[in-house]
Structures are given as C-alpha cells and as structure tokens.
C-alpha cells in the first residue's frame, strides 16, 4: 500500500467531491445520519456505559459509512443498510480500533488534568490568600503555565485524531489489523498536513455558513463532512477502490 504525498488544493477537493457523493443519495445519506443520532442518543442516556459503548462503536460505524463511500464511488446503490455494514465484516478490529481510541484519548486527558491540576496545586497558596492577583509577573507566569498545559492537551488530541482519523477506512477497505490501520492513518496524516491544513480552514468556513439560517446547514454539511473523510483517504492512500475483505 503506497501513501500518497497530495497536493495542498487537495484539501477543498475533498470536500467538493464529498458532496458529488452526497448528491447521488442526498435523503438516504441524511437518514443515515438521523439513525446514528437516535442510537448514540439512546447510548448517551445510560451513564459511563452509554459513553464507552459510543467510543467503541463509533469506529464500526464509521466503516458501514466508508463501505457506503466506496459502493457509490463505485457507481452502485446506497441504503441505510449500509450503515451497519462494519457489524457485518471486520468488527473486532474496528472494536479494537475503538478502544486504542478510547485509550489514547484518556491518556491525554489524563496528562492535561494532571499538568494543570499540578499548575493549580503549585499556585493554591497564592490563590488562597488573594496575592496572586497583586502580583503581576506571577499571574502572567501562571497564565503562560496553564496555557502550555492547554497547548499541550490540544496537540496531543490532534495527533489522536492523525491517528484515527482514516483508521475505520483502512480497517474495512484494506484489510487492516487495529494497529496497522493506526499507524497508516499517522503517517498518513503526518505526510499531508498542508492539504488537511487548507481541508480545516475550508471547512471552518463552511461550517459557519451552514451554521447561519438556524443550523440549517448542517443537515447536509455533517454527512458531508463524514464522506470527506472517504476522500481524503481515497487521495492519499493509492488503491483504495477495492473489494469489500
């Protein structure tokens, strides 16, 4: 499997041919989001479990929504029955993927909350008794800490997010073990950051138009901003339209 270095314009092309995907089957596509909502939602309403069955499941998800990409791509139907398509083939993989995820994410969390909660502690002396405020240098120093404590938990769920972002798609489309679809979604990401660059900014913006006649927009933008993550993944990663393993 070879991974493609694209270029920076690559980045509003996915989301130009994402929605060429979404035009094919506008209605199914934005019942497959509706299904996702009410199962996530009800998953939601059980405390703690609900949190890590959503965790979980999300990668298995996200493959039925991939194979869905790959089917249309490939001049054939798409139904809601797509959307289950990841229970059906490569499950426990993606139910891997989905608990490297939840795993990665608490690591980061937990370091964030320790650096700032460590930050909090070193300060609490002068926070108690009201002399931090009086100090300048140290508020600013204070201030500079817990920014680079913040920094550092944003990096480290954007590199979680590198790693996992085309994880699903490799799983399901190329036959990728959890670990194996981690690393190639990394690198992947690691190789195209300008393209995945110019994709977010394109992406902000869009995202504030939608946002404009009561969120209106979103009805069409969130299923497709899941496709582009199919053709994002069918630039960089060469081959990809292949048969279902």
């Given at each position: 499997m070879e991974i493609l270095t694209v270029p920076g314009n690559r980045g509003s092309a996915w989301i130009k041919d994402a929605y060429a995907i979404f035009k094919r089957a506008p209605w199914?596509?934005?019942?497959?989001?509706?299904?996702?909502?009410?199962l996530f939602g009800i998953a939601m309403a059980v405390p703690l479990v609900g949190n890590v069955a959503m965790s979980l499941l999300q990668p298995v998800f996200t493959a039925g929504l991939m194979v869905a990409c790959r089917d249309s791509d490939q001049g054939q139907p798409v139904t809601l029955e797509h959307l289950f398509a990841g229970f059906k083939n490569r499950m426990g993989?993606?139910?891997?993927?989905?608990?490297?995820?939840?795993?990665?994410?608490?690591?980061?969390?937990?370091?964030?909350?320790?650096?700032g909660a460590a930050g909090l502690w070193s300060k609490w002396d002068a926070i108690k008794d009201g002399t931090l405020a009086q100090n300048p240098a140290e508020l600013i120093s204070t201030?500079?800490?817990?920014?680079?404590?913040?920094?550092?938990?944003?990096?480290?769920?954007?590199?979680?997010?590198?790693?996992?972002?085309?994880?699903?798609?490799?799983?399901?489309?190329?036959?990728?073990?959890?670990?194996?679809?981690?690393k190639a979604s990394f690198l992947g990401c690691i190789r195209n950051v300008w393209p995945l660059t110019m994709y977010s900014l394109w992406l902000l913006l869009w995202a504030v138009l939608a946002s404009i006649p009561l969120g209106l927009g979103w009805i069409v933008l969130l299923p497709v901003l899941v496709i582009t993550e199919y053709t994002g993944f069918r630039d960089i990663f060469q081959g990809a339209k292949q048969e279902l393993l």
């Open positions: 199914v596509w934005i019942g497959m989001m509706v299904v996702t909502f009410v993989p993606l139910i891997t993927l989905g608990t490297l995820n939840l795993l990665m994410s608490a690591i980061v969390l937990g370091v964030t909350f320790l650096g201030l500079i800490t817990f920014s680079v404590v913040l920094t550092v938990g944003a990096v480290g769920f954007l590199l979680v997010t590198f790693a996992t972002w085309f994880a699903p798609a490799l799983i399901i489309l190329k036959g990728l073990n959890a670990v194996e679809s981690i």
